[in-house]
């Protein structure tokens, strides 16, 4: 049976503010190991010329590469981090191989893009048929959404390497999804301006970021996955299993109903912050935030961590972004809602430089961070 002896769940230090990087996740470091790989991947870009050849810069959420004069390929792979190790703690694995599905359509359609398949790599201890098959399962479910096809993978086993909460259950599980674009440019953001919309979509709680950060805070000092969370109606294991939306449905349906969406963003690591990656010189100001999700209030109450941390690890109730001329607003409203999505005008585009402004909490965001307004 899975246990409650999870490795990262140590205590947070009394009386210190609790972060990120002290959950074992740096993700400063992280980006200053990062320049040395893109030093050398980002100059293959130049060894393709014609088909093949990349059309939006790295760091984008998914590339696009050209195909011919009229058909582009966009391309983006994800995982789904350490959520795996609150699903072996439960015993329960089919959210899991929706959240694989989830992180990579996401991505994709942010460049406009129809995702149309994928393949997955899962590396495990041991090829357990309940974890796969309930991995299968998700995945369908997730793909049956998306209305893609998963058309093949790789399945790894690492007896000796792989460790976990439930000893011979240790997995992780990534994937590639492609999308294809007919005639059309890719979405890439240059088109924001000031004055444009931003439309917030709802998240379904914690996603699969800052994960790491909710263990150490809701699994402390031998807490369990099954302790029940008022606030959230909700176990803490259910709580932080609750499935990714997929925004491919609502998205695809806005594109159609004639918008020109000026952005998409998907709100993942780093939050709101995800809308600097548009490329426009521009500030986003929100003054209408949706509500923040339950859970939020409980990690930051029990892990005393800073506002400013919160906004910057955690997706704090917005999933998804759709940046539209204001003229529109209306018609991609009634779009997202002809699928079942919901959607709520939550800020506006602002002159530049790049910079997320949360007035209603007092913070700004920029430089990958947000600090306390001045």
């Not at 100001?285 to 509500?291: C, M, Q, T, V, Y």
């Not at 939550?346 to 949360?358: C, D, M, S």
């Amino acid at each position: 049976m899975p246990t409650d002896n999870d490795p990262s769940s140590s205590s947070p230090s009394a009386g210190q503010p609790l972060t990120y990087a002290a959950s074992g996740v740096d993700t400063d470091a992280a980006s200053a190991g990062l320049a040395y790989l893109l030093a050398w991947v980002g100059r293959t870009q130049s060894f393709r010329e014609g088909i093949g050849e990349a059309m939006v810069p790295n760091g984008f959420f998914a590339n696009v590469l050209r195909m011919s004069d009229r058909l582009s390929l966009a391309i983006s792979t994800d995982g789904v981090g350490s959520k795996s190790a609150v699903a072996q703690l439960v015993g329960s694995y089919e959210g899991i191989g929706w959240d694989a599905v989830a992180v990579n359509v996401n991505d994709v359609v942010c460049t406009g893009a129809e995702p149309v398949a994928m393949v997955d790599y899962i590396s495990l201890q041991a090829p357990h048929a309940d974890l796969l098959g309930e991995l299968g399962k998700g995945m369908h479910d997730g793909a049956e959404r998306s209305r893609i096809a998963i058309v093949g993978g790789e399945l790894s086993q690492h007896p000796d390497t792989l460790t976990g909460p439930r000893e011979g259950y240790a997995f992780d599980i990534s994937g590639t999804c492609v999308g294809v674009l007919d005639g059309v440019a890719p979405i890439t953001g240059s088109q924001v301006q000031p004055g444009d919309v931003v439309l917030a979509l709802p998240s379904n709680g914690i996603h699969a970021n800052g994960m790491t950060l909710a263990r150490l805070v809701l699994l402390a000092n031998g807490q369990g996955h099954d302790r029940f969370l008022d606030e959230c109606g909700l176990t803490v294991g259910e709580e932080l299993l609750r499935p990714t939306h997929i925004y491919v449905p609502q998205a695809l349906a806005v594109m159609r109903s004639g918008v020109n969406v000026h952005g998409f963003a998907h709100i993942s690591g780093d939050g709101l912050l995800n809308l600097l990656r548009l490329d426009a010189e521009v500030g986003y100001r929100f003054d209408a935030l949706p509500e923040v999700s339950p859970v939020f209030d409980v990690i930051q109450r029990e892990g005393g961590v800073a506002d400013e941390e919160m906004w910057r690890v955690f997706n704090m109730g917005v999933g998804f972004c759709i940046v539209v001329a204001a003229a529109d607003v209306d018609r991609a409203l009634d779009a997202v809602r002809s699928v079942g999505g919901e959607a709520t005008v939550a800020g506006h585009v602002v002159p530049g430089p790049k910079r997320i402004e949360l007035p209603t909490v007092g913070l700004i965001g920029r430089g990958g961070i947000f600090e306390v307004a001045p």
